[in-house]
């Protein structure tokens, strides 16, 4: 059962890598750092928002519109954390109940 837990935090662990990475990634697009036209950075951006934008889209139906800020990164990050928490504090209850 301790396994499990490991690998689930581990998907975790990937998943905030991810998120983060998307964050950076769309700043420097922003900011014209570096651009779409570039073919390594189109794909990276293209794989990352086929990652993402669906658990992003599920967020942003229940977020306020704040016009050009958008918080489903942040929110899914908190959510990541939150949960992260919760499997670690909880560990091990979980492997004694198996």
Same mark, same amino acid.
Not at 35 to 57: F, H, K, M
């Given at each position: ?15 905030? @890598? $991810?998120?983060?990475?998307?964050? =950076? ?5 922003? %900011?014209? #750092? ?5 073919? *390594? ?20 139906? @229940? $977020?306020?519109?704040?016009?050009? =800020? ?5 929110? %899914?990050? #908190? ?5 992260? *928490? ?13």
């Amino acid at each position: 059962m301790m396994s499990l837990l490991q690998i689930l935090l581990l998907i975790i662990q990937v998943a905030w @890598f $991810l998120v983060i990475v998307h964050i =950076i990634l769309s700043w420097l697009i922003n %900011f014209q #750092v570096i651009n779409l036209r570039q073919p *390594i950075v189109a794909s990276i951006w293209d794989g990352l928002n086929r990652l993402l934008e669906p658990v992003y889209s599920r967020i942003r139906r @229940f $977020l306020p519109d704040l016009g050009g =800020i958008d918080l489903a990164p942040l929110v %899914f990050l #908190v959510g990541l954390y939150a949960l992260e *928490i919760i499997i670690r504090n909880n560990a091990a209850a979980l492997v004694r109940g198996f």
